[in-house]
């Protein structure tokens, strides 16, 4: 292989893709707890891991309990959630929605984001980890973190050009993982403390991010060029450099702003909100109580329900991790640096919300 000959290419590619599953193979094997749990381990099941290649042969189609259980006759198929910790249909929301099934019929439509998380992060910590593995600078990895985020901006202004549907280009994980890309380009920047005189330009830039951010979500459409002509990247862009400033220095005014209760108290039940406001808006209307004040009826009966789904079911649950959690080592102050970069954030928050 190590001079050119007729098809030494195409077995050089095949040796990497095999190169490439032992060592994902010998990763799950030589863990200190076994992998019992995850799309990962649920893709090397040989019962489960035949409802999720029948997913992955037709994402656009509805999939129900009755096509996972023809496609994999073993009922366990049924049951993957409690393995993979999600059930499948959720999988591939985004993917049904952006290839053009009816979302407007599917109660879970607004999972749609979650489900390009899981297909993220089915590829990123494997890949970062066999980056690490071999040594690959940090630096290197950043400039190629970098690099995918124009990729990506790139293919969906090429897809806006050549006339592709909305809902194929804003529910696509192709044309949406430049924001997630972006989250960890902006962990790896966080890890180094930078000069005084480079920490003032940054809270300069924090502020134009924020100012940014406000003015595009009072002004910008969903359905205009713009988002999809490089937006959702500069979106992605303005909101990692706004957490990289206010995570840089937490004495600043605008660190002081984000940190206010009212502010923080939206943040504790933004994932209830989340679930919960898609209900409302497709299928509740206060119209014949309050007239025209119907959309902020909507928000407000949203923030409430979110707020005691949050402190009567999320909180609750949320406090039983630490009975069931591998370690209970805590995680010290300085040790900041230790943590895995496989997400966007650098420290993990009290709560996940």
């Not at 609750?316 to 995680?331: C, D, E, G």
Request: glycine letters at 6%.
């Amino acid at each position: 292989m190590g001079e050119p000959a007729p098809g030494s290419e195409i077995v050089v590619n095949r040796l990497a893709d095999v190169l490439f599953v032992q060592m994902l193979r010998a990763h799950i094997a030589s863990r200190e707890h076994p992998c019992n749990k995850g799309w990962l381990r649920a893709v090397f099941d040989p019962q489960i891991g035949l409802a999720l290649k029948s997913m992955h042969e037709n994402v656009a189609a509805r999939c129900t309990v009755e096509s996972l259980a023809a496609a994999c006759p073993d009922q366990r198929s049924l049951e993957s959630s409690s393995m993979v910790g999600e059930a499948p249909p959720e999988y591939l929301t985004n993917w049904r929605m952006a290839l053009g099934w009816d979302y407007s019929l599917d109660p879970t439509a607004i999972i749609w984001s979650l489900s390009i998380e899981e297909q993220f992060y089915l590829v990123w910590p494997p890949l970062l980890f066999l980056l690490l593995s071999f040594r690959v600078k940090r630096s290197h990895i950043a400039v190629a973190l970098g690099l995918i985020v124009i990729a990506v901006a790139l293919h969906r202004a090429t897809l806006w050009t050549n006339g592709a549907e909305l809902n194929r280009m804003y529910y696509g994980t192709d044309t949406r993982a430049d924001a997630l890309f972006v989250g960890c380009l902006s962990a790896f920047l966080a890890q180094h403390r930078l000069r005084a005189r480079f920490q003032l330009t940054l809270r300069i830039l924090g502020l134009a991010a924020a100012t940014l951010l406000v003015y595009l979500i009072s002004t910008v459409s969903f359905t205009g060029q713009f988002l999809y002509r490089g937006g959702y990247t500069l979106i992605a862009l303005a909101t990692g450099l706004l957490i990289w400033s206010v995570n840089d220095s937490e004495h600043t005014w605008l660190a002081r702003v984000l940190a206010f209760y009212p502010v923080r108290w939206f943040g504790l039940i933004s994932y209830s909100l989340y679930l919960w406001h898609w209900l409302l808006l497709r299928n509740v209307s206060f119209y014949y109580f309050v007239g025209e004040w119907d959309a902020w009826a909507k928000f407000v009966a949203a923030v409430t329900i979110a707020a005691l789904s949050f402190f009567l079911i999320e909180k609750p649950i949320n406090k039983l991790k630490s009975r069931f959690s591998y370690s209970t080592r805590r995680i010290q102050p300085d040790a900041k640096q230790q943590l895995p970069l496989v997400g966007p954030f650098v420290q993990p928050s009290e709560q996940n919300t």
